[in-house]
């Protein structure tokens, strides 16, 4: 039994869950609360890797960050960057198919705000910053942490487009679910049994401990 696959997949789900965090919530605050042309053109494709194959959005990440993709060119050719192949090409995978469920369940969050509390804090002189911070996110607070629950299993979870532009690199890009993958292929059953049940449990535990405390919120 190799522990590597999993803690490269924590690691991996970790990292990616910390960049959704920093994108997601503060677009879908903007979305949540802000009306402008082409808004649902902006929503469909901020949403779209939650319905679209892995392995396209996989493609799409390799011709864009790839040696000679648009991405990928300038940041080998300005700074000698190669991110295809590489650990940070399996964060950016888990990263791009986990941000959908952040953001949904932020954007829902926020829209479930009760705008008169916001509106008090402002007649108290409270910038919209402080208002943020101390009225609407501790609010939407519940909704968010659901968010992270459910983007850190998928980012834990993720096959197709982690494939497509980091590979299957032992100790540096083998996550769980690669692991399950050549595992099986390879008639090791038993080691592709185990994966799996350590990230059925993982997933498990987040999914339970998240619910049992937004029951207990309410």
């Keep these: 039994m190799d522990w590597i696959p999993v803690i490269l997949s924590l690691k991996i789900a970790g990292l990616s869950l910390g960049i959704v965090l920093l994108v997601g919530i503060p677009i879908a605050f903007l979305m949540a609360r802000r009306d402008f042309i082409g808004k649902s053109i902006v929503e469909s ?129 083998q996550t769980i679910p690669i692991a399950i993958f050549f595992a099986a292929e390879s008639n090791e059953i038993a080691k592709a049994g185990l994966y799996a049940l350590i990230i059925s449990l993982v997933t498990f535990g987040l999914i339970y401990g998240v619910n049992h405390w937004l029951k207990q919120q309410t």
């Design 45 to 173: 494709l901020l949403t779209l890797p939650l319905v679209m194959p892995p392995v396209v959005t996989g493609f799409i990440l390799l011709y864009l960050i790839g040696r000679r993709g648009l991405i990928g060119t300038f940041l080998y050719e300005q700074f000698g960057i190669q991110l295809i192949f590489t650990s940070g090409a399996a964060v950016l995978a888990a990263a791009t198919v986990a941000f959908p469920l952040m953001y949904q369940s932020a954007k829902a969050a926020f829209l479930s705000v009760d705008r008169k509390m916001e509106e008090v804090a402002r007649t108290l002189n409270a910038n919209e910053i402080k208002i943020f911070v101390t009225v609407t996110l501790p609010a939407a607070f519940p909704g968010i942490i659901s968010g992270v629950v459910l983007a850190f299993a998928r980012a834990l979870g993720e096959f197709g487009a982690t494939a497509m532009i980091a590979g299957n690199i032992p100790g540096k890009t």
